[in-house]
């Protein structure tokens, strides 16, 4: 089992969803699922660099926004999303 979250950078707004596995087709279908009422707002996303973000060639095109991969010794990218979302789950 595996957990996606997703942390809006402005308003902290965390949408999570609880997958089967952390396979890259599961999170290519979680994450436009979590994002679809927020479609208008969403013009850019970044991820980690995890093997579960290998197919997401789907996510920006469902979602009509530029997808960017966080630079992999600069954990202020990731961090915010990791500790907010580690406090409610």
Same mark, same amino acid.
């Given at each position: 089992q595996a957990i996606v979250s997703l942390t809006e950078r402005k308003s902290r707004l965390s949408p999570? =969803?609880?997958l089967k596995t952390k396979g890259a087709d599961e999170v290519e279908e979680a994450v436009?699922?979590?994002?679809?009422?927020?479609?208008?707002q969403v013009h850019t996303?970044? =991820?980690d660099n995890g093997k579960e973000f290998a197919r997401r060639e789907g996510i920006p095109k469902t979602l009509n926004a530029d997808f960017y991969f966080a630079h992999p010794h600069a954990q202020g990218n990731r961090m915010k999303s990791a500790t907010f979302a580690c406090g409610y789950v």
């Open positions: 999570i =969803s609880k436009p699922a979590l994002l679809e009422p927020l479609t208008e996303i970044t =991820s």
